[in-house]
Each structure stands twice: as C-alpha cells, then as structure tokens.
C-alpha cells in the first residue's frame, strides 16, 4: 500500500528566508505526487503536482518542488517566504497506472515569521 | 464560478441523531470523495465515488453511508451519529477516467461536534 510521511509537523521560517517542507513517499510502482495548502477555515488548495517528465515542477505562488527517484522524496520548496504563506501544506501520492486513491500525508504547519 | 459546496459548514448534534452532510459540485466531475481530518491524521477518505450510482469504500467507511443518484451530487449519511466522528469533513471531485492524476477542488469543510 503507499503511503506518505511528513517528518515535520511544524516548520518555522523568517520572512524573506528561503523553505522547504519535507515529504516522503512509499509506493509500489510510479508515484503521482501533489501538494495541497489549507489556509485557516478553507478547504483545501492545489499547489503542484508531479506526474512524470521534469523533475523539478513549478506551481502556484511561487511553490516548486522537486522528485527525486532515489531518495523517494518530493519537497516543496520556495525560495523567499512570505508571512502569507502560513499555513498547512499536505502531501499526496497515488499511483500510475492504478485507480487507487489519494493518500495524504498527515501535514506540515508552515509558520513565516516577519 | 466552478466550486464545491458544502452544507451544513458547522453542525453540533447529539449521538444517534440521523444527520445528512451535502456536497454538490457544478463542474460536471466524474469523480468525487468524502475526506475527514482530525489533528495528526491529515486527511483520511472515507467514500469515493467513479460515477453516478458507482460508490466505493475509502479507509475509514465504518458509520457512514453514501450515495450518488445525480453527477453533481454526493451526500454524506451518519445514520447512528458517534462522538468519534466528532471531525472536520471535506468533499472533493475531480474530473477524468483517472482522477487521481488529476487536480482534486475541495468544498470549504463541514466542521461537525457530536455530543
């Protein structure tokens, strides 16, 4: 089964300082992986996702994240914070080729601190 | 504008108290899911549904009960309300014969307290 690990369940950053909130994935097969944001009474936001080609995606508000094969790794990162960019950030993996469901990380509280 | 709605967005209820959660989405989704997310867990799918009349268990069905009659539309049934389902409940739909590579476009929550 796969499954998805967020190794922090807090990142603090400065204002102006360059993030990256950490994601790990376990799957039998090749991963489709996305990022969500929830800000404070919202539903949930699609940031990004990976399906295949470049490893380095691009998404929303400046947010990019990287896949990295061998280390089983989908970070998401950007490079100046922004105070509004706190929030909670979700990982997700399904699996190509499979009609399995999204399963997500248990989530990252991102604080940006001016 | 394309959305998903949900309501009630807060309920407080008493245990085993029928209670029906809508969803409706008009952006003419195939696919569409029911998530709960309790502090620590993250988001954990409780039904999802292909298609209309075509509904399938997530990983934690147990006390819920689904159905979807029309595309746009997919209720969520506590039949026998417990104060462990006492959670925050998101609707989602995506489009595509395989949704899970798609975007999913999450309602705005349904924040539920059973007493």
């Known amino acids: 089964a796969q499954s998805v690990a967020q190794p922090e369940d807090q990142v603090n950053v400065a204002e102006g300082n360059p993030l990256t909130v950490k994601c790990t994935y376990s799957?039998?097969?090749?991963?489709?992986l996305f990022w969500y944001v929830q800000y404070p009474n919202r539903g949930l936001q699609f940031l990004l996702k990976?399906?295949?080609?470049?490893?380095l995606v691009k998404g929303s508000y400046g947010f990019e994240a990287e896949f990295n094969k061998s280390q089983t790794s989908f970070h998401l990162k950007k490079p100046s914070a922004l105070v509004s960019d706190s929030a909670l950030y979700f990982c997700?993996?399904?699996?190509?080729?499979?009609?399995?469901?999204?399963?997500f990380g248990k989530g990252t509280r991102l604080s940006v601190i001016a | 504008e394309a959305q998903v709605t949900q309501n009630p967005r807060y309920l407080i209820t008493v245990t085993g108290k029928k209670l029906t959660v809508t969803c409706s989405q008009n952006?003419?989704?195939?696919?569409m899911s029911w998530y709960r997310q309790d502090p620590g867990l993250g988001l954990r799918q409780i039904y999802y549904?292909?298609?209309?009349?075509?509904?399938d268990k997530g990983d934690v069905p147990e006390g819920y009960k689904v159905s979807r009659k029309e595309k746009r539309n997919f209720p969520l049934i506590l039949e026998s309300p417990s104060p462990n389902q006492t959670s925050l409940y998101f609707c989602?739909?995506?489009?595509?014969?395989?949704?899970?590579?798609?975007?999913?476009?999450f309602g705005p929550g349904t924040r539920l307290t059973v007493l």
């Open positions: 549904s292909m298609n209309v009349e075509v509904t």
């Open positions: 799957v039998s097969g090749n991963p489709y």
């Open positions: 997700a993996v399904s699996v190509r080729g499979r009609n399995t469901p999204l399963v």
């Open positions: 989602a739909s995506t489009s595509g014969t395989l949704p899970f590579t798609n975007t999913q476009y």
């Open positions: 990976y399906i295949t080609g470049d490893n």
């Open positions: 952006m003419n989704h195939e696919y």
